[in-house]
């Protein structure tokens, strides 16, 4: 069953009451809350995703909801729980969905160490993948969503998941997250796109998610080789270019976006050199021309 | 005088069962299971650190620069013998070699 086949009603009573059980690609959260914001951004951004049965083993408990107290009326406020902890403060009430997207990419990132996790997008062409790591402010969440709906398989617009086993990205394809300036850009370059309703005034600025496309959403199952390692790199005006740049400057690179690189210890430095040796690494610089860039990426992919 | 340049000390790479490494055109990566820590090393100090973990006796500067340069003469050369002083004071900071008294 996907959460669309659920009712509103239906998905109401799950998300208040036994918990609506998502899987997003190997992930299962079970999801509870009553926070009209959730559910409403559950019931569009989700749509299309697996809702698992309540015997389902879910990887992470999360709850979303107004604390008791004063902050539950004056300023309300909004907090998360995780397996009954609350691992963060609380945050104002408008913050609620954000919060739990947030809430779900901390859960991977603490947790999920049987994957060599790095602060990356990821995204899929003819079965190769384009890695993106890069800081925040960087614009890869914004190439991340422009890639995808120019032919690009959304993979992850966060986090990136390494298999240690086989070495392929993992893909999560869950709603890509949008800041500021690039909210409107990608409303403008991709018009039939679904986005959130823009939050104003978090810490990253204003912030509204971008529904993942159905095609990426239908083969969250499918992992990918890791093929580029592209450094991307907003700087407003500039034209697309992308450089090569060396293997073992690229090896520090990903160290540095590693999420739990240090975790692993040696076999982290193994996974990753592997994943080197097959990837051709890259510096790319643009300035928001989305068609310009997408189009250096197309050229890349066909002389793969 | 320091330890680290007198050109009697002799240094010793960290055990190599400790070191993992990579090499793409010259380049080094090498990760220390002691620190748990990763580096990137230029042609130079990758050839310096090979030289190293290839001994278990110790080697002196002008051992090293003997090893690097196949030729005796190069000794005397001390902007060489220099600059293999400054990669072995960062391979003692990081914990990638140490220098023992004779």
């Keep these: ?304 | 005088m320091s330890i680290l340049s007198g050109s009697e000390a002799r240094w010793h790479a960290t055990p190599s069962s400790a070191l993992a490494s990579r090499e793409w055109n010259g380049e080094v990566v090498v990760y220390n299971d002691r620190t748990g820590s990763t580096h990137l090393l230029d042609e130079f100090a990758g050839a310096i650190l090979r030289e190293l973990c290839a001994t278990g006796a110790g080697m002196a500067v002008d051992d090293l620069a003997v090893a690097l340069t196949g030729d005796a003469a190069s000794v005397a050369a001390s902007d060489l013998t220099a600059a293999i002083t400054v990669v072995l004071a960062e391979f003692d900071r990081l914990g990638l070699a140490r220098a023992e008294r004779p």
């Excluded at chain 1, 019931?43 to 539950?72: K, M, Q, S, T, W």
Aim: glycine share 8%; with cysteine.
């Design chain 1, 1 to 304: 069953m996907i959460v669309a086949e659920l009712s509103r009603s239906g998905l109401e009573s799950r998300l208040a009451g036994p918990g609506l059980r998502l899987r997003t690609g190997p992930v299962v959260s079970r999801i509870q809350s009553r926070v009209p914001a959730v559910i409403e951004a559950v019931a569009i951004h989700y749509a299309e995703y697996a809702a698992e049965n309540d015997d389902c083993f879910a990887d992470f408990h999360v709850r979303v909801e107004r604390p008791l107290g004063p902050r539950r009326w004056f300023r309300p406020q909004a907090r998360l729980l995780v397996d009954g902890h609350a691992p963060f403060t609380p945050l104002p009430l408008g913050h609620a969905y954000p919060m739990l997207e947030w809430g779900l990419n901390w859960c991977i990132s603490a947790y999920c160490h049987q994957y060599l996790i790095f602060h990356a997008a990821v995204v899929e062409r003819f079965g190769r993948a384009l890695v993106l790591p890069a800081p925040p402010g960087s614009g890869k969440s914004t190439l991340c969503a422009g890639l995808v709906h120019r032919g690009w398989r959304l993979l992850s617009d966060e986090l990136t998941l390494v298999d240690f086993a086989t070495g392929d990205v993992v893909p999560l394809a869950r709603p890509v997250s949008l800041k500021n300036r690039s909210i409107d850009l990608l409303r403008a370059f991709a018009p039939t796109a679904v986005f959130s309703r823009p939050v104003h005034d978090t810490t990253k600025g204003t912030v509204a998610h971008m529904r993942a496309p159905s095609a990426s959403v239908r083969r969250a199952t499918e992992a990918a080789r890791p093929r580029w390692i592209v450094f991307p790199r907003y700087a407003p005006g500039s034209a697309a270019q992308l450089s090569p740049l060396s293997k073992a400057r690229g090896f520090m690179e990903m160290v540095k976006s590693g999420v739990n690189y240090s975790v692993h210890g040696r076999a982290g430095f193994e996974r990753l050199a592997l994943a080197i040796e097959s990837c051709d690494c890259h510096e790319f610089v643009y300035g928001g021309d989305l068609d310009e860039a997408i189009a250096v990426f197309d050229a890349l992919a066909a002389r793969a």
